[in-house]
């Protein structure tokens, strides 16, 4: 395997978990709810599934715990901005820091414990395939997902009726409730799903990308889903591309390091900030894209008056 | 009520003694109704008189009160719209229930039973709405359409789910004449195939063109049931806005001032899709008058608020003149300190913040024309709290303010007595110019009284008062002169007591503008 391969596996590794959350956190805000917590749910949905791990020997049962600890937890975030109407705001940066706080409690005996990685899953024959066969067809089961996942919210948001609803309720969630569409329930869905994508994307960090349990191990990754989301506008396809361009940017970080580059780190890590206050200035330059893109409830609350 | 009765028999759609209360205050007070089969039903009322309330329960958007609603005869419970559309009542509302982000077809396909294709959509959308002279292209967004095209998009809508009755909600409000015209062939068609509209509007002439049957509303009362055709423009004015004679009352002004607000040719073009643009207008306003500008909702009236007060300034400066010196550029403040106030029409989020409390309210509204008077330390601009209690004390005092505590938050106040604040705290100033924007709306008996005597009162003092309302009994309370403004058009100005109701509410309804408007843009 040569180096530009080995590169290339890492960067896919990066980019997997900023994928799963951004797909997740889309869907959510494509509803009209604004979930600042993709990092509080990314780093409990990271303790869950290495707790579980260590606990039963499987990564698969760790995949699980993960994914439904991180839907659990966004559930209280449901909760507090859908049925109390708290803000959104102010109740998702709350999110993130409970989670921080939570997910520290709950690994504190597992610190320094090193866990099983979860095992890649080999195709035959496909995965012979020369340069592209190690990356795509030697991956884990959380890589496969997370391309199921792309094609599977592209077709549903869409390409199916529910898609549709969820899209008109975030777009205008009184001229959906005036349809007879279950805004609160919607939404409620929606977010679930978010959380459960943030938890899944938690679980690789702990599971594949480095088998082991520190403190605020999502290190910001949170944040960078949540920036990814902006930056593509809301459109599925351009929060892959986009997710393989700030996990390439962060892999760059360490190999510019190992070849002695001069470009520091800190920018590196502020570029993905970067580019995504420049995708907002170019989106919001023109109105058309931003009305046919950009969820026009977004982080509204609903309330219906009946 | 026997007649009613006879009417329910054979209907399609009737309702009995429908109510609707909000609070204390019944938006729909049993009504009647009866829907034939095959007719077109005009709803004729001014803005405020219920025709939305109750057309909403009707599509199950609000849960009535009491009263029933029967649909063939049978009593039903509507309680969503999707039951309103199982039954085959369509809707087509006034501000669009559409989603800008998305295509034709898949607003379309969100009111559709589930389970069909979008392209199988889009298909029968297309075919439907060519048959019924309605183009529609159902890959284009929303956003990029126009407003007859949004509403072309509503009728389409509810015409797929093949309804028995459709209700138009003021479908002409946003149409050109020429959409328009299109609009009732449409119509026309539909009752042909023995379907029922029922079509709310202000507009006399259209519901006399179009419509079989009328029934009127004012206060949310029905004030008659008749044949439209069998009317007169008057006598279908007069249901819509009362024949009681209300007490003018003795303005006892002494001699006219000098001009002290005037505009002149005054146009400003429409900021959004929704708003109006005004047109050439004129209007002269001495010491000591009352000018009140009548009109339904919609026809310009926030334009023209903004254009006067300076909330957003227009090109020409000497559109606008106060005091005859020319100030169309200038902004609210620049105003302000020339003696002139203004009260917006909306109380909570634009006149007042509803979180703060009154004193803050008034040290917001009065920072720059008051500076002196409220705010101390030179540059530094601190509240001079002492001067500011001592304002707010009086304001209250002598606009009867009736509040829970010294200095309660703006929003705890009911809206009479925030209105009250509100107007009080710039006829504090004294004023010689105030332009008020629906000084009364949605206040009680009570209060608006004391608003409106208020404002008189200013006037008498030789200031000049413009009034911009809706309510034809307080225009006739307050002003010594009255102008009314259709479609960002103002009629000229005629004394107060050489004007009818039914001349008003004819001009109101577009009627006999038409020659104005040919009189002013042959200037």
């Known amino acids: 395997m040569g180096i530009v391969e080995a590169i290339l596996l890492t960067v896919i590794t990066a980019a997997t978990p900023l994928v799963i959350a951004a ?130 919210v592209n077709w549903f948001l869409f390409k199916t009726r529910t898609g549709l609803m969820l899209r008109s ?26 959380g459960a994508c943030a938890g899944l994307a938690g679980a690789q960090f702990s599971l594949v990308y480095t088998p082991q349990w520190t403190e605020n191990m999502s290190a ?60 907002l200035i170019v989106i919001s330059h023109n109105r058309r894209t931003t009305l046919i893109n950009t969820p026009a409830s977004l982080g509204k609350s609903f309330v219906p008056d009946r | 009520m026997a007649v009613h009765e006879q009417a329910v028999d054979g209907s399609l759609l009737a309702v009995d003694k429908l109510t609707k209360v909000f609070g204390t205050f019944a938006a729909c007070d049993h009504i009647d109704l009866a829907i034939k089969p095959g007719e077109i039903h005009a709803l004729l009322g001014e803005n405020g008189a219920g025709k939305s309330t109750l057309v909403k329960m009707l599509f199950g958007v609000l849960a009535p009160t009491s009263g029933r609603i029967l649909w063939q005869g049978e009593p039903v419970r509507i309680s969503s719209p999707n039951a309103a559309r199982k039954l085959g009542i369509g809707m087509v509302f006034q501000h669009f229930s559409l989603f800008e982000a998305l295509t034709v077809a898949e607003n379309i396909a969100l009111s559709m039973a589930p389970g069909i294709s979008l392209a199988k959509i889009s298909e029968e959308a297309a075919t439907l709405s060519r048959s019924y002279g309605l183009p529609l292209d159902p890959k284009a967004h929303v956003a990029d359409l126009s407003v007859g095209e949004r509403q072309r998009i509503e009728i389409v809508r509810a015409l797929l789910q093949n309804p028995r009755l459709i209700i138009l909600d003021e479908p002409t409000s946003v149409l050109t004449p020429q959409e328009a015209d299109r609009l009732f062939d449409t119509l026309a068609k539909l009752k042909a195939e023995g379907r029922s509209v029922l079509y709310i509007s202000h507009r006399l002439e259209e519901v006399q063109r179009i ?58 073009a429409a900021r959004t899709p929704f708003a109006v643009s005004l047109k050439d207008v004129c209007l002269k306003v001495h010491g000591g008058e009352v000018l009140a500008i009548a009109g339904v909702a919609g026809n310009g009236q926030s334009e023209l608020f903004d254009a006067l007060s300076g909330e957003y300034p227009v090109a020409d ?102 209105q009250k604040f509100i107007v009080g705290r710039e006829l504090d100033r004294q004023p010689s110019v105030l332009v008020v924007n629906q000084p009364t709306w949605g206040v009680d008996a009570g209060a608006a009284s004391r608003i409106r005597q208020a404002l008189v009162d200013l006037a008498k003092a030789g200031s000049a008062v413009l009034v911009i309302s809706q309510d034809l009994d307080e225009i006739f309370e307050v002003a010594t002169e009255i102008a009314v403004i259709n479609e960002g058009r103002l009629s000229d100005a005629y004394p107060a007591k050489d004007l009818s109701r039914e001349k008003i509410g004819l001009l109101m309804g577009g009627m006999q503008v038409g020659k104005q408007a040919e009189s002013l843009d042959a200037h």
């Open chain 1, 220 to 279: 910001g990754r949170g944040w960078i889903a949540l920036a990814l989301v902006v930056f593509a506008s809301w459109r599925p396809w351009r929060v892959v591309i986009g997710g393989y361009l700030f996990g390439a940017v962060s892999i760059s970080q360490l190999h510019a390091q190992a070849f002695g580059i001069g470009i520091p780190s800190q920018f590196l890590s502020a570029l993905p900030y970067l580019a995504t206050v420049a995708v």
């Open chain 1, 169 to 194: 309720v975030g777009d205008s969630h009184s001229s959906a409730h005036a349809l007879g569409i279950n805004v609160i329930r919607t939404r409620y869905l929606a977010v679930l799903f978010g």
């Open chain 1, 23 to 152: 797909l997740g956190e889309l869907v959510t805000e494509r509803s009209g709810v604004l979930n600042l917590g993709v990092e509080g749910m990314m780093i409990i949905g990271a303790v869950c599934a290495f707790v579980a791990t260590q606990q039963t020997g499987s990564p698969y049962i760790g995949i699980i715990a993960g994914t439904v600890s991180g839907a659990l937890f966004s559930l209280l975030f449901g909760f507090l901005t859908l049925t109390l109407v708290a803000n959104q705001v102010a109740t998702g940066l709350a999110l993130t820091i409970l989670g921080l706080g939570v997910s520290g409690m709950i690994g504190e005996p597992y610190s320094g414990q090193s866990g099983a990685k979860l095992p890649q899953i080999v195709f035959p024959f496909l995965s012979d395939i020369p340069y592209l066969g190690p990356l795509l067809f030697k991956q884990d089961l959380i890589f496969y997902l997370s391309i199921v996942l792309i094609f599977a």
């Open chain 2, 211 to 268: 419509c079989d049957r009328a029934t009127v509303l004012r206060h949310g009362k029905v004030t008659g049931a008749c044949d439209p055709r069998q009317e007169t423009p008057s006598s279908l004015a007069r249901m819509m806005v009362g024949s009681d004679v209300a007490h003018v009352s003795a303005e006892g002004t002494s001699a006219r001032g000098d001009v002290l607000l005037e505009a002149r040719h005054l146009s400003a």
């Open chain 2, 317 to 418: 400066a000497n559109a606008v003149q106060l005091r005859q010196k020319p100030v169309g550029t200038l902004g609210i403040n620049a105003r302000r300190l020339m003696g002139s106030g203004f009260v917006p029409e909306e109380r909570h989020g634009h006149a007042a913040v509803s979180a703060l409390p009154l004193s803050d309210n008034l040290v917001l509204a009065r920072s720059v024309s008051d500076r002196k008077a409220f705010l101390g330390g030179g540059r530094l601009g601190i509240i001079r709290q002492d001067a500011v209690k001592r304002a707010t004390k009086r304001i209250c005092e002598v606009m009867d303010v009736r509040k829970s505590g010294e200095d309660p938050p703006a929003g705890s106040l009911s809206g009479g007595n925030l």
